[in-house]
Each structure stands twice: as C-alpha cells, then as structure tokens.
C-alpha cells in the first residue's frame, strides 16, 4: 500500500491529555486516597463522588516494594475473567500482585460494581473514572474490565481508567482478548514518566514470548514533553532499555509526584514548538521523530538506531493504516450486499405479479432474472457466513453486542435468502433439508439461533418494565394484549415468514402426499403441519404470498383438502380468510 500524506498525531492527542478535566481529576482522587487512608489497608479504594461531577474510584498502593512480585499466574483459576477469553486465545496470563490483591477485596469490589452498575442505569448516567498508581494502578485496570462486562455501552457512557506509572497487568494473550472488544481500547489510558522505573520492573524478567504486553493509551512523559503511543512494541521495547535495576527496592508511595509532571506538561502544551527536522520532507517521518524527541528517546543528532527505531514505528502506523483501510472496504461490502438484497426485494415484487411467488418462481429457473438470483445468492451467502463465523469466533459478550447490531439484517437475508437455498436443495432431488445433519448451512442456525435468543431477552425486559410500572403505580393494571402487534397485522403484505424453513416443511408435507397410501405416521405429520400453518396464521408468522396461485403451498392445499375433516384451517380457507389475512383483518 502507498502511504500519502500519513501523520502520526501522538503529539497532538498527547497535548489533549494533559488538558483534560478527567487526568487532572484522577490524579487528585489520588490524592484524596493517600491522605484518607496513606496505607491502602484494609480499604483499596476511596470512592469520591460530587455533585455535578464524575464518580471517581481510585485504588490505592499498599507499602512496599514490587521486588519479586513479577510472576504471572493463568486465568483459568478466575472464573470472573472468562469472557475476555475466545476460540483464538482460550486463556492468558495476568500479575500474581495484582490479581491476589484483587481477590483479597472480592467482596468489597463485587458490590461496587453491581453499584456502578446500577447506576449507569439511571437517565443521565454519569461518568466513572477508576485510577490508581502503581500496583493500585494495576488493580484498577482489572476492576474496569471486570466492570465493562456489566455495563451496557449502547445505553451509558464508557468508563474511563487512569492509571499512573503502573505495572503492565499481563501477557500478550491477555492484550489480545481486550483488543476483541472493539469499543473497549480508548476506556485505558496509562501515564508513564521517564522518570519512573516501576512500570517497567516486571520487562528485565519476562522477555519470552509469554511476557508482560501492554495495551492501551500510553502517555510517554519526559523533561522534554510527551507524546501518546498505542504501539505494543515500541512500548515493550522502551520499557525493557529504560529499566533500571533501582526499580527493584523502588518504594511507589515515596519521592515521586505525577501531579507536577502533568501541571510541567500542561504549561508545555501551551508554549512548547519543537524544531522542525532537516532533511526531513516525509510528514509521518518527521511526526515520529518531533514525538521521539518530545519523550526524551532520541536526540536531534541522528543515529542508525534512531533510524531502525522510526522504521518500527512508521511500520505499526501504516498497519493501522492497512486497517483503517480494511475496515472501509467492510462498509463498501455491506452497501453492495444491500444492492444485492434490493435486487431480491424486487425479485419478489415479479413473482407477486405473477402470482406464483419468488419461491416457487426460483425453484422453476425458467428466466434470466432466476440466474441472476442464483449469483445474487451466491455473493450474499459467502458474506454472511464470513460474518457469523467472524462473530462466533469473538468472545461470548463482545459477539453478542455486534450481533445486536447487525442481527436485525441478519433476519431480514435469512428470512429472504434461505428459502432460495431451500428450493436448490428440493430441486436437486434432496428430500430432508431440516432434518438431514449438515444439510442446512451453520450461518442460518445461528442466526436463527441469535434472533430467538434477542427476541426473548427483549421478552423479559419488557415484563420487567411492566413490572415496575406497577409497582410504580401501585394498580392492577389490564393485560397487554396478546397475539400479533398491530404493526405485524397492517404490515403482514410485504413481510416474510418468521420461520426461513417454512418452505422446508411445504416440500416435505408434498412428498408425503405424493408417496400415496397414507400410513398413519403420514397422516400424523400431515396433521403436524396443518396446526403449524395454522398457528403461523394467528400470529401473522407468514407472509401471504403462500396463497398466490401456483405456489407450493396452495398445490399442497389442494392434494391435502381433500382427505382432512372439517377443521379451523379448512374453514379459513373457505370463507375468505386469505384475504382477510393479507388486510390484516384475520383474527
């Protein structure tokens, strides 16, 4: 890929930071906390909450030394992380300090969450800050993970997490499950001086591939300035050349004050213009290097490992590049399956017209129009099983809320698309789509499987809401009425059926009545079908296109009237019923 006019803004977004209301208001938390209680014992955190103002949680640091504390321990013994985890990375590795000292305060922390939690469900919820330095720092990056697992993001603001000079929590796999949720990377941001080893105590011991990874925001301090910095491997790499062996008997709580460094900092933004750099016409180049010399890394003389440093770094920033790029393409291929879905839309208005049905009209190809479907499905098939096996593959909170998203396009292609798939499997001679295993395609299970699971969360969240309007209310109020919504009634004509197998089960009712010599097995699944329509019917679940005249619903109607008794079914079909369906008037 060609890289034109690319600008690394570590500067700028730094400059951002350190004139923000919500870093200057951690650090004060901080503050508080050290001073209500200077030894983080029994209470490892002090919660601030003013009106007007942000809820601050900040943990604090217990005394001592992190000397020898740099051991990882594996996830799979705490039951409360395991929605980080997905197919790609089962487990990870997290600090024995820092999730010890997690667990010792689980009591304490489960009902501050379930708190915040509560919260964030009020109408003007408000913003949460969790901060701590040094190992409090740590504690609270895993606080706020647990946390976002509770909240809903569609409906309340993102916690913020502050943290400062703390250690890195944990290994490459824990980095990468984080990174799974999309909307969770810009909640952390971790302000690191040059200044302070502490951060970096745990990198001189663990350089194997199941080292320390950080992930996040970093804002990297120096006497010169500060620059912000996502890249996981200029991070590592600068914390592993600046540790100091000092580091080991360093003690976080003595002779070291982030709040001057933000105050220094905040001053600099205002004033401070580095040189421009000679020789320097490429503007990513020249942007890495000025933020380079803001964190104190390089000088202005350059040198070869000045150079093979600002090569690293132009290679992270043209891969976020390169997704950035990949993430517009996606948006590209959605807008053309949208196309693609309009195409069908139209197709089934055609077979309206001549009153047979896009089913049956598919099922027929005796047009060109019928091949042009069959490349249309094709396209939106190969998208939509790329999309579920890409969700499917994220971790189980994560793949829910994209779902959420995407879901209600979801039904709408597998409620178009999946009955064309059914009248190639029928056409080819095949005989039992639903029962026969791996006969239907995965992507419409789950999709199926997804939406009844949305429809039922919705279900219960809205006997909820009636629930506490009563009581509320203290009154007995009527029942909402039950069957089909009003809008389902008057908008039954365009819809399609709720079940995508409808057709499914027509063919496999025909074939029972072409074999001939009904056995009494037969008549019991034709019996079966007849009540399924049947229910469909008073729940508006079908669209009334399965009444048009040449489909294979009415041809099974007509072989099927014949042999059954007087019933429900038989009486609607007699007496108008389809078109009183189509108006929306059948009740």
């Avoid at 803004?9 to 200077?38: K, M, T, Y």
């Avoid at 942007?287 to 104190?296: C, D, H, P, R």
């Avoid at 350059?302 to 600002?310: A, C, G, I, R």
């Avoid at 139209?346 to 019928?370: C, E, P, V």
């Amino acid at each position: 890929m060609t890289i034109q006019n690319q600008f690394s803004s570590g500067l700028e977004s730094a400059n951002f930071v350190v004139n923000s209301d919500p870093v200057h208001q951690a650090w004060c938390a901080i503050e508080q906390q050290r001073q209500v209680n200077p030894n983080a014992e029994p209470s490892l955190y002090n919660e601030i909450i003013q009106p007007e103002n942000p809820i601050v949680i900040a943990f604090g640091t217990p005394p001592g030394s992190l000397q020898g504390q740099e051991g990882l321990v594996s996830s799979e013994g705490f039951a409360h992380f395991e929605f980080l985890c997905n197919k790609s990375n089962p487990v990870f590795s997290i600090n024995e300090a820092a999730i010890k000292l997690f667990q010792s305060h689980y009591n304490d922390l489960l009902l501050l969450k379930n708190k915040l939690v509560e919260n964030s469900k009020s109408k003007t919820p408000p913003l949460i800050i969790i901060t701590g330095q040094f190992l409090g720092g740590s504690v609270a990056t895993l606080f706020t993970l647990w946390l976002l697992e509770g909240l809903n993001l569609s409906k309340t603001k993102r916690p913020l997490c502050i943290t400062f000079g703390s250690p890195l929590v944990g290994d490459e796999h824990l980095r990468k499950c984080v990174l799974e949720f999309s909307t969770w990377k810009p909640c952390f941001l971790h302000i690191v001086s040059d200044q302070d080893h502490t951060p970096k105590i745990f990198m001189s011991q663990n350089t194997t591939a199941g080292a320390y990874k950080p992930f996040g925001t970093f804002l990297l301090c120096s006497a010169s300035g500060c620059a912000c910095s996502e890249d996981p491997d200029f991070i590592s790499e600068q914390f592993v050349t600046t540790n100091s062996p000092s580091a080991q008997t360093q003690d976080p709580n003595l002779g070291f004050s982030y709040g001057q460094i933000l105050e220094d900092l905040k001053r600099k933004a205002l004033c401070n213009i580095f040189k421009s750099i000679e020789g320097q016409s490429h503007p990513l180049q020249a942007s890495i290097i000025t933020q380079l010399l803001a964190i104190g890394v390089v000088s202005q003389q350059q040198s070869q490992d000045t150079d093979n440093l600002v090569r690293k770094m132009k290679k992270h920033e043209t891969k976020l590049l390169i997704q950035k790029k990949k993430n517009s393409d996606s948006d590209k291929k959605l807008n053309e399956m949208k196309i693609h879905m309009a195409f069908l839309e139209w197709y089934k208005k055609d077979a309206k017209r001549q009153n047979i049905g896009y089913y049956d009209l598919y099922r027929t190809m005796g047009n060109q129009s019928d091949s042009d479907v069959k490349g249309f499905k094709k396209k939106l098939m190969n998208y939509w099983e790329d999309s579920v096996t890409e969700v499917e593959n994220k971790p189980q909170l994560e793949g829910a809320h994209f779902r959420v998203r995407w879901l209600y396009a979801g039904t709408n292609y597998r409620g178009m698309v999946e009955p064309l798939h059914i009248a190639d499997y029928y056409k080819d001679g095949d005989k039992n789509y639903r029962t026969d295993a791996g006969k239907r395609p995965k992507h419409f299970t789950l999709l199926e499987k997804w939406h009844q699971e949305k429809q039922e969360q919705e279900k219960k969240e809205k006997q909820e809401q009636e629930k506490k309007k009563k009581q509320e209310t203290q009154k007995q109020e009527e029942k909402p009425e039950s069957g089909p919504s009003k809008s389902k009634r008057e908008n039954v004509g365009s819809s399609l059926n709720d079940d995508s197998c409808f057709w499914a089960r027509v063919e496999e009712a025909l074939i029972l009545l072409e074999n001939g010599g009904l056995t009494s097995d037969d008549k019991r699944k034709l019996k079966e079908f007849e009540d399924y329509v049947w229910n469909a019917l008073k729940n508006y679940a079908v669209s009334p296109e399965i009444f048009l005249k040449k489909s294979s619903f009415m041809k099974w109607w007509n072989d099927y009237k014949g042999i059954v008794e007087s019933n429900e079914l038989l009486d609607f079909m007699k007496n108008g019923g389809p078109r009183e369906y189509e108006a929306g008037k059948f009740t």
